[in-house]
């Protein structure tokens, strides 16, 4: 098969395949989409293209990137579009060798994930319950977040979540995450409590817009945006909002947090490993093993901070 003639028209090509083949998320489609079109401006400064472009060339574009000062996380992110686009290349016949195939990313920085203490989490159910303007948007409110700690759904699941997938009180969710693979995960008494005041309220809104020759959204939290349901950007301004009213810190308070929270909670209570990797929807248990680490570092902060010894330590530095 010829090679496309255009570099733009090499990164919507290989974008469409990982939309049709590999059910690649919105949000990934569109990092690779931003990462790609940074290697084609950088390619076209160059003379360059990436029919032509050799290995040598693209450990250039990353030095590059070190040179800009971006991240370990930003480059071997870069380098692996490079790779994903190069690979399919290959094997679409683009070209006939992979010139990407054989360079080492530069590793990531390896960062215990934040996450909030029982209490954190209790006052911002709390806060959510008085936040919005409206009856109806607190209801909203404490249902996003009911269900954002119940389950620890990614944000994208949470907002998108239609609400087909809610009706009749369940006491399980089936969720569609990353990849398309679905998962089930249980509803605590409060979430459940919380889904059905926001359906009750949600439901009475739809049938006043179909009155007035709306059509009715099929997700659990519709708004006007152009996707039909609540932004993941909204609910980012709106979680922070909800950290203040809750006198937490905003800037430990995020949708992920809260997953993060759900995950480590899980873990000190007992709940094991493989559990808490089919709750979070995760492919590989070695991500879910993150959360050991959180834990052992928060226990032996416990110890520094309340223990005796530890104090009497202090005293004497």
Partial sequence: ???????MLWISTFLDAQAAEMGAATNTQLAYARDLRDVSEWMAGRDLDFARAERHDIEDYLVGCDAQGLSKATRARRL???RQLYRFAFEEGWRADNPAIRIRGPGKDKKLPKTLEVDEVDRLLGAARSAGRTEADRLRNTCLMELLYATGMRVSELVSLPVSATRGDPRMLLIRGKGNKERMVPLSGPARTALRDWLTARDAAQDAGRAKGLAASPFLFPSRSKEGYLTRHRFYLLIKEIAVAAGVSPAKVTPHTLRHAFATHLLANGADLRSIQTLLGHAD????EIYTHVLDERLKELVLEHHPL???VDAKA
């Fill in 1 to 7: 098969m010829s090679a496309p003639a255009t570099q």
């Fill in 310 to 312: 530890a104090r009497d």
């Fill in 285 to 288: 248990v070695a991500t879910t």
């Fill in 80 to 82: 692996s579009a490079i």
